[in-house]
């Protein structure tokens, strides 16, 4: 395998929002980020994930873009990003944007010109079809519910597509002018210094221009706009292959992350790899598991088996073909400790363990604001107190279904997105020290526990323990192996085991958490040493055998 500068490293996404809010109006921005580079270097960060900053009203958190060239003024200028740019190069940090390419924003001048006349250039960036007989042109589904099809202002019987909100109209890529749009925004954004993208909801822009019908996978008549996406994915190839060589190719170092859902695994060598569309794609598998079903209401909590077959599943596939971004949580999932680990484990001890299987697993792994310090959800104590679009959809769409408020309330307590997007928690100050304005959301209850302040303090903590997960992934002595070491699983002894090796070439490093309510053991025929553990108490090494009790995780090289 070809080797790439960002192989080895460990990557922060950052959700600007919710991160740091340097002017005090209550919304986190470019300063709070600037300010907290010596910390993320600090943590041993290397490459930073910022989600959308650019200018959006916001309907969707700002993955509703008006304008693709310039910073949103709650963010701050492009002369804070620049600043951002050159400080996060002194600390050896590269910087990756969220790159939305199947949508933009209602906002945006090629929608407006589209809702003023259709015969213009810009309109023809947009899937704009009749409506048949008074009804949308087809039956499918949106991402957040609904139909993907509202009406064109201004025009009585047009609509456009819209695979998100409405306020998202989608983007015609059959059209070669549209694409040439897309490839200069990437290569301003790529020529002014930012290392790459993480490019957002990848597998929408495969379609068929002729939207039929489609059979119904649910009671109201709707079929979701997946099975589209799935039948066309050939399409988007065709697309992504096309943005790559015009972009990414022609910068040498640049680095394309895909969100990609639901990749087959005939198609894994399609995405990654040598000669793959992009350098890496994020490994949703223990999300698709949980989120099985089309609504919260249906979607289902692991056991811990659960997820550790979808977790090694894709690092089994990957193995051969190339990197994936192991992670548990970003801003459009609840909490990792809160929905992987069993209750019994949501604490110092699991949020350590899950630390330790997600980092030294093969790929490029990605913290999300928060989980160097064991983030948990949040409670919510009423429906006003959720901000996201897809939060309230679900549950009106629960109380439909004849759940009642509590019940839908409970859902999304569970599986909100809102869980991640709650500000950082930098102390136990009233705002968390988030800001010293009431915060655009509610800030977590967690922060007297949990927060940077008091795990910088604490040597045990979650936030050193991170420290020292990265640092022995950057250490000489097994960053080869960690880096490039297949992946092999071991024997479990329980079903809330999860046991694993990376074979390098002169060491295998072993992980082993034991995430049940008893204790384990195992005997070894060969020497070996322990190099971390979650907690000095839970594992015990006599001669070859391990003793790990409940709730003990570690990791042990082996020379050969
Ligand atoms: C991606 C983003 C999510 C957004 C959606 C539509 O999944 O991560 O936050 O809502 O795309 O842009």
């Known amino acids: 395998m070809e080797k790439k500068w960002?192989?080895?490293?460990?990557?922060?996404?950052?959700?600007?929002?919710?991160?740091l809010d340097s002017n005090n109006d209550g919304i986190g921005d470019l300063g709070g980020i600037i300010q907290k580079l010596d910390y993320l270097h600090d943590l041993g960060i290397e490459i930073l994930w910022l989600s959308p900053i650019y200018p959006s009203p916001f309907y969707d958190q700002g993955y509703d873009i008006k304008d693709y060239y310039d910073i949103d003024p709650t963010f701050g200028t492009m002369q804070d990003f620049d600043l951002l740019l050159e400080k996060a190069k002194k600390l050896n940090i590269k910087i990756v944007m969220d790159?939305?390419?199947?949508?933009?924003?209602?906002?945006?001048?090629?929608?407006?010109?589209?809702?003023?006349?259709?015969?213009?250039?810009?309109?023809?960036?947009?899937?704009?079809?009749?409506?048949?007989?008074?009804?949308?042109?087809?039956?499918?589904?949106?991402?957040?519910?609904g139909s993907v099809w509202d009406k064109l202002p201004n025009h009585d019987n047009l609509y456009y597509a819209h695979f998100f909100t409405k306020e998202q109209p989608d983007l015609n890529w059959f059209n070669a002018d549209l694409r040439a749009e897309m490839y200069k925004i990437v290569n301003f954004w790529l020529d002014k210094g930012v290392s790459g993208f993480r490019i957002d909801a990848i597998m929408c822009i495969a379609k068929d221009p002729n939207f039929p019908m489609y059979e119904s996978d649910s009671e109201d008549g709707t079929c979701s706009h997946l099975r589209m996406?799935?039948?066309?994915?050939?399409?988007?190839?065709?697309?992504?292959?096309?943005?790559?060589?015009?972009?990414?190719?022609?910068?040498?170092?640049?680095?394309?992350?895909?969100?990609?859902?639901?990749?087959?695994?005939?198609?894994?060598?399609?995405?990654?790899?040598?000669?793959?569309?992009?350098?890496?794609?994020?490994?949703?598998?223990?999300?698709?598991?949980?989120?099985?079903?089309?609504?919260?209401?249906?979607?289902?909590?692991?056991?811990?088996?659960?997820?550790?077959?979808?977790?090694?599943?894709?690092?089994?596939?990957?193995?051969?073909?190339?990197?994936?971004c192991p992670l548990?949580?970003?801003?459009?999932?609840?909490?990792?400790?809160?929905?992987?680990?069993?209750?019994?484990?949501?604490?110092?001890?699991g949020a350590k363990a899950l630390a330790l299987i997600t980092l030294f697993l093969r790929g490029m792994p990605f913290l999300f604001q928060g989980s160097e310090i064991g983030m948990q959800n949040t409670k919510f104590e009423s429906i006003d107190e959720f901000d996201d679009i897809l939060s309230?959809?679900?549950?009106?769409?629960?109380l439909e279904h004849g759940l009642t408020k509590e019940l839908a309330l409970d859902i999304l307590n569970v599986h909100a997105r809102d869980h991640g997007r709650t500000p950082m928690l930098w102390d136990d100050s009233e705002y968390a020290a988030f800001s010293t304005h009431k915060p655009w959301m509610k800030v977590s209850s967690f922060k007297d526990k949990i927060n940077v302040k008091a795990q910088l303090e604490d040597k045990n903590s979650i936030l050193n323990f991170y420290k020292t997960l990265?640092?022995?992934?950057?250490?000489?002595?097994?960053?080869?192996?960690?880096?490039?070491?297949?992946?092999?699983?071991?024997?479990?002894?329980?079903?809330?085991?999860?046991?694993?090796?990376?074979e390098g070439s002169y060491i295998d490093i072993y992980v082993i958490a034991n995430l049940g309510l008893s204790d384990i053991s195992y005997t070894f025929d060969f020497n070996?040493?322990?190099?971390?553990?979650?907690?000095?108490?839970?594992?015990?090494?006599?001669?070859?055998?391990?003793?790990?009790?409940?709730?003990?995780?570690?990791?042990?090289?082996h020379k050969k």
Not at 6 to 19: C, D, E, L, M, N
Not at 281 to 286: L, M, V
Not at 392 to 398: F, G
Request: glycine share 6%; net charge neutral; aromatic share 14%.
């Open 6 to 19: 960002w192989h080895g490293k460990v990557a922060y996404q950052i959700y600007p929002k919710s991160f």
């Open 99 to 145: 790159l939305v390419l199947n949508h933009c924003s209602i906002e945006h001048i090629w929608f407006k010109k589209a809702c003023l006349d259709v015969n213009l250039k810009e309109a023809s960036y947009f899937y704009i079809r009749e409506g048949k007989n008074g009804q949308p042109p087809n039956n499918q589904r949106a991402c957040f519910g």
């Open 229 to 324: 996406n799935k039948e066309n994915i050939k399409v988007a190839y065709d697309f992504i292959r096309d943005l790559r060589d015009n972009t990414f190719k022609k910068h040498k170092d640049s680095i394309a992350i895909a969100e990609a859902f639901g990749v087959l695994d005939e198609d894994l060598s399609i995405f990654i790899g040598d000669d793959g569309l992009f350098d890496c794609i994020f490994d949703f598998s223990a999300r698709e598991a949980v989120a099985s079903y089309h609504s919260f209401y249906g979607y289902k909590m692991l056991s811990v088996k659960e997820y550790k077959d979808a977790i090694f599943s894709m690092q089994k596939r990957s193995n051969n073909t190339g990197f994936v």
């Open 328 to 349: 548990f949580e970003n801003h459009d999932e609840p909490r990792g400790v809160s929905t992987y680990l069993p209750k019994a484990w949501q604490n110092d001890i």
């Open 392 to 398: 309230k959809n679900e549950y009106k769409n629960s």
């Open 470 to 502: 990265i640092a022995l992934k950057k250490d000489e002595r097994f960053n080869s192996c960690l880096t490039y070491g297949d992946f092999v699983e071991i024997e479990s002894r329980s079903d809330d085991t999860i046991a694993y090796k990376r």
């Open 528 to 557: 070996f040493d322990i190099i971390i553990s979650n907690d000095l108490s839970l594992v015990l090494k006599d001669k070859n055998t391990l003793y790990i009790k409940r709730g003990g995780a570690l990791a042990f090289v």
